[in-house]
């Protein structure tokens, strides 16, 4: 029964001496069995499990006593490769059947043996026909924003149409944020429900960032390597830091265009008093 619900039963993990195994005792005190256990689904937690000798129950049964101990950041790492990649599998009906027909369910002289042939052949059958369930994958927007915003690219920008057009667009604005509101309230209780981390979750869901790729020190050199950055960041402070300068630089290929940004930063000069 433990084996089917893929449960350890405690009591069998550890060695004691025969005294110290039985956990209930006849009325005539003649015999003596070990009858209560303990069940657990996650062998890692359990450290001990005993029977607690001098303890007084004031019944036949003695008190078993388990020492779990829990991991708070192994058991998180657990579950989050427990979570990760979970599909839903589901099975073809039409190749169970045929593969249940392809089978010799033929019984032999051996029962035992009989079991384990009908347990493998019944794993070979659920195998060919089993499948993975699509995952689906939801946008931040929905599928009647989504028709609106094909409806707006499909109008003619003309001026007898120019009132439906402004309407439209409000309403496709209100729509937005309403969507990424719903998207962003979503994924919060899915990653509350499933415990992950909140702020992870809320920092995936940017749509941009905006990240320092260079400081200018002091003597107007650009830094560029981020330990030195951060050195030069705790080292300044911010009384004495101007506002950054944004500069472009492009660089144009045949194939691609890409742009570099560089935020510099200066330090200003004490006033004399």
């Known amino acids: 029964m433990a084996e089917a619900r893929q449960l350890y039963i405690g009591n069998s993990l550890f060695r ?49 006593r388990a020492r779990v101990v829990i991991d708070g950041k192994r058991e998180k790492i657990a579950l989050y490769l427990a979570s990760k990649g979970k599909r839903v599998r589901v099975y073809n009906e039409a190749k169970l059947l045929e593969a249940i027909m392809q089978e010799d369910w033929c019984q032999g002289d051996d029962i035992d043996d009989d079991y384990n042939s009908l347990i493998g052949k019944m794993k ?52 937005l944020k309403k969507d990424f509101e719903a998207y962003r309230m979503e994924k919060l209780l899915k990653a509350a429900e499933e415990k992950k981390s909140l702020k992870k979750c809320k920092r995936d ?34 009384s004495s830091l101007s506002l950054p300068e944004m500069s472009s630089r492009y660089h144009h290929s045949n194939r691609k265009k890409t742009c570099h940004l560089s935020l510099s930063v200066r330090l200003k000069e004490p006033s004399a008093r």
């Open 16 to 64: 004691k001496r025969e005294r110290k195994r039985w956990t209930w005792i006849s009325p005539n005190s003649k015999h003596r069995s070990e009858i209560d256990y303990i069940l657990v689904d996650k062998r890692r937690i359990l450290h001990d499990v005993s029977v607690v000798t001098p303890f007084n129950t004031g019944s036949d049964h003695r008190l078993v």
């Open 124 to 175: 070979e059958c659920l195998r060919k026909a089993k499948g993975v369930c699509p995952r689906e994958k939801k946008g931040r927007i929905s599928e009647e924003t989504t028709k609106l915003l094909e409806k707006r690219k499909n109008m003619k920008r003309t001026i007898e149409d120019h009132l439906e057009y402004s309407i439209l667009s409000r309403v496709i604005r209100q729509q």
């Open 205 to 238: 869901m940017v749509l941009y960032r905006s990240e320092v790729t260079a400081l200018k020190n002091t003597d107007g050199i650009p830094v560029n390597e981020k330990s030195e950055m951060e050195k030069f960041a705790k080292t300044s402070t911010p």
